[in-house]
């Protein structure tokens, strides 16, 4: 329920944020900074806030992360000049970053091996629904006044920080903190296995913000369609891949184990990224968008679990370094999507094929890297 509620009051600015920026003066590039930036502090500042959750618990750093997301918005609201706009997100990217991995590492707290996958679904169900009403309310309420959005995502998310202050209750004891030396934890998940996890995440993660960054000119150029029908079409990818992480993705982690559905994630993902070359009207696009949609969304639950039990008493730090790795992937993958676009439309999908392949190839090397060890 957290997260669903972090996730709509973020998602309740994603229409509204290009327009906003512009009333204030921003460039396209300027625009491109500014959401760039927040990528960056999320990508600087998850580990931190991770690693220090296995220290001082789970609790303080999700109402650390949601306070930093009411303040933002707030700030949005009120903003005048582009300045305070750049503010507002450094800020934003900064104290949020702490929102997913405490929230992930929260789950491995109080699920059992067996039940972690299920559980990590259903945070990435519950953060697919966010992104999907959030944004349709969004839109709605900026057709009077862009500060609209604003004002309610900032009320939306002091509600969270109340419902999680009165009501969740702390997940990890103070006997199971952790005080591992921060400098030692990082260098020994480079020299792991589990390193090959953390890029196969990134090469994910970029495949899809190339997709998100290109898809609305290349489905305008190819079939002809606009912003209404792109809404429909996000939607129902929302929809598919939440009803697949929220409702099965425990029974198929429990039959085949997360591995096996990691890599079906991935050859499901390559799969819509080949299809999405064919697309021709709107059915064609929503179709092919959702198998996309169902392959990319089983793949980060399954990694939150294989990877938070590789670390069972540095949780945290492990859901932080995933996080930090989803953003690096959301830092590059938009700016190179949209220049390969500018050379040929169909260049992006082919790049997304490609990183699939190595996302596929990472898995092996993980396995291959983990049975080396075991034999060592």
């Given amino acids: 329920m957290v997260m669903f509620l972090v996730m709509s009051g973020f998602g309740i600015i994603i229409p509204v944020l290009p327009f906003f920026a512009e009333n204030l003066g921003a460039t396209p590039t300027e625009l491109g900074l500014l959401m760039a930036v927040y990528s960056l502090m999320q990508l600087l500042f998850a580990p931190v806030w991770g690693r220090l959750s296995d220290r001082y618990g789970r609790k303080p750093f999700l109402l650390l992360g949601i306070s930093g997301l009411a303040l933002s918005f707030f700030l ?7 300045s305070l706009l750049f503010i507002a997100r450094i800020i934003g990217g900064m104290l949020s970053a702490a929102t997913m991995p405490t929230a992930t590492a929260y789950v491995a707290d109080v ?41 309610l ?36 998940i480079w020299k792991e296995p589990v390193m090959f996890l953390y890029l196969l995440q990134w090469f994910v993660s970029f495949s899809l913000a190339g997709l998100e960054a290109t898809f609305a000119y290349y489905a305008a150029q190819r079939a002809g369609l606009h912003s209404v029908e792109l809404g429909y079409i996000f939607m129902m990818m929302g929809l598919a891949s939440a009803f697949v992480q929220g409702g099965l993705i425990g029974k198929l982690i429990r039959t085949f184990g997360e591995g096996k559905v990691i890599q079906s994630g991935i050859v499901l993902s390559a799969l819509g990224f080949a299809l999405i070359l064919l697309v021709h009207n709107f059915w064609t696009a929503a179709f092919y968008l959702s198998i996309f949609g169902i392959g990319n969304g089983v793949i980060r639950p399954c990694l939150s679990s294989l ?54 190839l990472c898995y092996y090397l993980f396995v291959a890297k983990q049975k080396s060890h075991a034999i060592g």
């Fill in 76 to 82: 949005f609201a009120i903003a005048n000049t582009l």
């Fill in 153 to 188: 995502a900032g009320c939306l998310s002091l509600a969270t920080f109340l419902l999680v202050l009165v009501f969740l209750k702390e997940s990890l004891p103070k006997e199971k903190r952790t005080h591992r030396a921060p400098k030692r934890l990082a260098l020994s």
């Fill in 111 to 151: 699920t059992s091996v067996e039940e972690r996958g299920k559980g990590m679904g259903m945070i990435g169900a519950a953060i697919g629904l966010g992104f999907i009403f959030g944004p349709a309310i969004g839109g709605v309420l900026s057709k009077n006044d862009l500060h609209t959005p604003f004002w």
């Fill in 307 to 360: 990877i938070t039990k590789q670390a069972p008493d540095s949780e945290g730090s492990a859901a932080g370094f995933l996080s930090s790795f989803d953003s690096l992937g959301r830092l590059v993958g938009p700016p190179l999507a949209g220049w390969l676009f500018t050379i040929t439309a169909y260049l992006p999908y082919v790049l997304g094929i490609a990183l699939c392949s190595l996302a596929f």
